[in-house]
T-cell receptor
């Protein structure tokens, strides 16, 4: 079945440091890829997405490129801020066989803490 | 614009008591609806999804059930809660299509004591 593997956390960085959170996936067909962010006590919010190979999603200084050859979708940000402290989830969307819907499969999440 | 409402935000229930969590979506029609559970230190586990009224698919065997009595209403239930049912429950919706992202409610923190 489909799966998403992302780096184990927690990750602790100083403000203005460079961030990379690795994400790799296995899926049949041509999934769409997503990064979601979850702030404490809240639901998930879409951070960025990419729908085909070599697409780059970007938002709020975060970027991720859909790499089909390495089945990866690593999240990067050049200079993190304290307000970026949250849990980040990598996810893919693929067809659910026989169901007529597309299911999101999530990684386990990576907790990021940014210290001043 | 579309919004999703999920309640209650927090719930403390004794073992063996029933459960009912409700989720409603506004501003769209015929959404796909989902219930996820997030256990402490673990990722998101898909519990149920629904592509239409009365159509429920279960991803894992468990002590929970789901129902969709109306197009934009999704209910998570249990007849008798277990300690292991504690967790953070998230409702989500999206529209049909591989490229469409899901939108999440604010979640319900359930503690079974």
């Amino acid at each position: 079945g489909d799966s998403v593997t992302q780096m184990e956390g927690p990750v602790t960085l100083s403000e203005e440091a460079f961030l990379t959170i690795n994400c790799t996936y296995t899926a049949t067909g041509y999934p769409s890829l997503f990064w979601y962010v979850q702030y404490p006590g809240e639901g998930l919010q879409l951070l960025l997405k990419a729908t085909k190979a070599d697409d780059k999603g970007s938002n709020k200084g975060f970027e991720a490129t859909y790499r089909k050859e390495t089945t990866s979708f690593h999240l990067e940000k050049g200079s993190v801020q304290v307000s970026d402290s949250a849990v980040y989830f990598c996810a893919l969307s693929a067809s659910a066989s026989g169901a007529g819907s597309y299911q999101l499969t999530f990684g386990k999440g990576t907790k990021l803490s940014v210290i001043p | 614009s579309q919004t999703i409402h999920q309640w209650p935000a927090t719930l403390v229930q004794p073992v063996g008591s029933p459960l009912s969590l409700e989720c409603t979506v506004e501003g769209t029609s015929n959404p796909n609806l989902y219930w996820y559970r997030q256990a402490a230190g673990r990722g998101l586990q898909l519990l149920f999804y629904s592509v239409g009224i009365g159509q429920i698919s279960s991803e894992v065997p468990q002590n929970l059930s789901a129902s969709r009595p109306q197009d934009r209403q999704f209910i998570l239930s249990s007849k008798k809660l277990l300690l292991s049912d504690s967790g953070f429950y998230l409702c989500a919706w999206n529209l049909f299509g591989v490229h469409t992202e899901a939108f999440f409610g604010q979640g319900t923190r359930l503690t079974v004591v």
